[in-house]
Every structure is written in structure tokens, then in C-alpha cells.
């Protein structure tokens, strides 16, 4: 069932933020692939944390456990959000930058001279540069594999000429933070696990557009961030409990064994996980609201809730895509046929003919349209398409968007064009 225009209406009510006007109009937030804006659930999520339960993990008295069983429901929300039925296999951190250099540091303890790891060409550097350098450290070789240009898909050829009994670890990203690619990871995981190979699976940029399950993705680790998923600034790992148990983390040595604890260092941003949880609950009564039913478990209202997502994204960028490919000088980077939509989320970058990425961002801008320039940290990408280092313009939609903002945009970029 798609997203109809009442609910989507009714999902931007939720958001404070998209109230804000430039130069007297609505301002458009297309910024979503470096951060979506927060339902006021979040917002209040995150106060009522500060107001009422403000305490460090551990404690005997009242906030201390009142806030340890708010933060235990949370890993529940997300095991729910990543399709795991163990909470204990999700932990929270800063970012997932952070995380990822934590996680590679313990992985590379386990390699030796002669393995080799892969990355790839498409990634955020977040899953390219930690695992590169972990590689570094052990003396072991990292391949890349290289993305193909013309519709920036990665050459799974060269992933298979390399995958084989020294491959300890694949890191590959679900969707590309900056041209929308959906990256076939349930078959990667497949081939790395018929090796031997662990698998890695960045969903930062995937998880707010399509739903999560580690379990049908049968990969080893996934991180994601709640700040792409319209809640606060918060990292989110998940891995399987037995790698998590066997693995040695860097922590300190009063911190607990056990799981989540362990892969938890240091005392965590208490107040943003628990605004984790009410984004959770946000996409999750959208799931009830879509299939009208009240009833629905938050698992199974997280799947319709995505589902509606997807198919109503997937229109707008549709519209988006068949404006650009009608304007001269406008080169979209990525898949642009209309028939590929299910191979993309709803992310577009382009470059423009004698206009920098951020001339065009500035003018939109100055329209009240908020677009993103430059490289968003995907150097390896620029680099391959040749773009750099003026980087692209990059357009992303998420459900509080609509199709008059699309038109808006379309209208605005012509002028320029």
C-alpha cells in the first residue's frame, strides 16, 4: 500500500523543522543523505530523558534503573528495526565511523601475512579507510573492487576473480551514500560465506529507505546510523553473537564481558539512544497507520511501513529523474533508466555542464532548496567517475518530501540551466 497524500501530510506535521521558511516560502529539505530531520517524538524523546531519568548505567537507585530499562527497551527497538530477536547483538556508539575503526581494529588481530580483505569503490570512506588501514597494520592486502562508470554498479566479476580462501573479511555497502545505488549484498554475503569470508554491510544510507534483516542478508556485522533514519546522532552495530563473544574488544577493564556491554565503551549519549527508540516507533505506527491496523507487532509494522516508503520514493524519483533527463547540460551520475528504479534509492547526483557543484548548490539555496555539494566523503567514487574535486550535487528525497518540492527543484535547476 502506498504513502497517500493525507499520511504524508500527516508525517510532515510530525516534523518542526520542514516549517521553516526561506525568503517567505517552505524551505525544501532534499539534505536528507547527511542527516534527516526528527519527528517531535525524538525531540521530546530526548528531553524527557533529561527532565526525568538522567543517570549513568549501573546504579541502584531509581533514575539509574529506571534509565538502564529505557536503554534495554531501545536495543529492543532496534533489533526490531534490524530484524534480529536479539537484542544483546545490538550495541550503540557515537557514530558509525567510530564504530567501524573500533570493530576493524579487533578483526585485524585475527588476520596474518598472506590473507587479504575487500573493499570497494563505491563505498562511504567510513567502510573503505578503517578496514584499509587495519589492513595496513596486519600486513594484509586490500582489494578494491572498481564500480563501473557508466551506471556506477560495482563489477561483480572482479569480486568473484577474488574472492577465495585468503578473503577473511568483504565490506560493501548496502546503498551509495552519494548516487543511490542498491548494491546486491544478500548474493555478496553468499559468495564471501561460501569462502569463508566474514562480511561487513554498511546501511547507513540504505536504512531509511527500505527495510533491514540481517538474517535474510545472512551477513556477519551491519551498522547503521540513527541520524539518517530521522533520529538522533547515534551509531548502531549489529553482529552475530558468536563472533561478537569470540572477538576482543578494546575496552577498558572494569567494562562488562557479556553483550551489548562489551562492544560499548565508555559511558554512551544516554538521552540520543532513547531518541532512537521513538524514531523507531515513529516508523513503526507509519507501518500501522498505512495498513490500518493498531494491532500490528513493531517488527511487522517496521516491513509496512517500508514498503510504503519504497513504492511512494520510488514515484518521486521517477519524477525527479525524467525532469533532469529532459534538461540540457544536466548529466545524472548513476542509474537513470527508468526500468532500474528497484536498483536505486531515492538519492540522485548530477553534475552540471560550466557550473561547480557548488554554484548549483548555492543557487538552490538561495531558493530555499537544500541540496549537498562536493564528495560526502564517497572520495573513491569521484575520483572513478572523474569528478574531483568539485564533487557532484546531490539530491535526496525521503518520504516528508513531495512531489511539488520536486517540481519546485526542477523549476529552479532550469533557471540556472
Known amino acids: 500500500m502506498r504513502l497517500l497524500p493525507s499520511v504524508v501530510e500527516a508525517c510532515r506535521r510530525q516534523f518542526p523543522a520542514l516549517a521553516r ?65 536479539d537484542p544483546a547483538t545490538v550495541s550503540f556508539g557515537p557514530n558509525m565511523t567510530t564504530l567501524t575503526f573500533a570493530l576493524s581494529r579487533a578483526l585485524a588481530r585475527t588476520w596474518k601475512a598472506g590473507d587479504e580483505i575487500i573493499v570497494t569503490q563505491l563505498d562511504h570512506d567510513a567502510n573503505y579507510t578503517p578496514w584499509v588501514l587495519a589492513a595496513r597494520d596486519a600486513g594484509v592486502r586490500a582489494r578494491v573492487v572498481p564500480v563501473r562508470a557508466d551506471d556506477c554498479t560495482l563489477d561483480l566479476d572482479f569480486l568473484d576473480r577474488h574472492l577465495g580462501p585468503r578473503t577473511r573479511l568483504v565490506a560493501v555497502g548496502c546503498a551509495s551514500n552519494s548516487v543511490g545505488t542498491i548494491n546486491p549484498v544478500r548474493e555478496i554475503c553468499e559468495r564471501a560465506r561460501a569462502v569463508g569470508a566474514l562480511t561487513f554491510l554498511d546501511a547507513v544510507h540504505f536504512a531509511p529507505h527500505a527495510a533491514i ?17 530521522f533520529g538522533p546522532h547515534v551509531g548502531i552495530q549489529w553482529g552475530r553473537k558468536e563472533i561478537l563473544e569470540e572477538l576482543e574488544a578494546y575496552k577498558l577493564r572494569p567494562a562488562p564481558d557479556d553483550l551489548p556491554g562489551k562492544w560499548m565503551t565508555g559511558t554512551q549519549s544516554h538521552e540520543c539512544i532513547l531518541g532512537v527508540r521513538a524514531a523507531v516507533e515513529y516508523l513503526a505506527d507509519l507501518g500501522r497507520t498505512v495498513r490500518q491496523d493498531g494491532t500490528l507487532s513493531r517488527r511487522r509494522a517496521l516491513v509496512a511501513a517500508y514498503q510504503a516508503i519504497r513504492d511512494y520514493e520510488t514515484d518521486l524519483a521517477r519524477q525527479l529523474l525524467s525532469g533532469l533527463r529532459d534538461m540540457p547540460h544536466v548529466r545524472i551520475r548513476g542509474i537513470a533508466d527508468l526500468d532500474r528504479m528497484h536498483e536505486r534509492v531515492a538519492t540522485v547526483a548530477v553534475t552540471l555542464d560550466a557550473r561547480t557543484s557548488r554554484d548549483v548548490a548555492d543557487h ?31 539530491i535526496g528525497l525521503v518520504h516528508y518530501n513531495t512531489s511539488e518540492e520536486v517540481d519546485r527543484l526542477l523549476r529552479t535547476l532550469g533557471e540556472l540551466v
Not at 529539505?29 to 527532565?51: E, H, K, M, N
Not at 539555496?365 to 550535487?393: C, K, Q, S, T
Request: proline share 4%.
Open 21 to 85: 521558511e526561506i525568503g517567505g516560502r517552505p524551505a525544501v529539505f532534499f539534505d536528507g543523505p547527511a542527516g534527516t530531520q526528527v519527528p517531535s517524538r525524538v525531540i521530546d524523546a530526548i528531553a524527557g530523558y533529561l527532565r526525568h531519568t538522567n543517570a549513568n548505567h549501573g546504579g541502584t537507585f531509581a533514575t539509574s534503573r529506571e534509565s538502564d530499562a529505557l536503554l534495554w527497551e531501545t536495543h529492543a527497538a532496534a533489533a526490531d528495526l534490524l530484524g534480529t530477536k
Open 213 to 229: 534483516d540481517v538474517q535474510a542478508l545472512h551477513c556477519d556485522f551491519l551498522v547503521c546510523s540513527a541520524y539518517k533514519f
Open 364 to 394: 538552490l539555496g538561495r531558493h530555499g532548496i537544500f541540496v549537498w555539494h562536493g564528495n560526502y566523503y564517497a572520495l573513491n567514487l569521484g575520483e572513478a567517475l572523474g569528478v574531483e574535486p568539485d564533487g557532484m550535487v546531490r
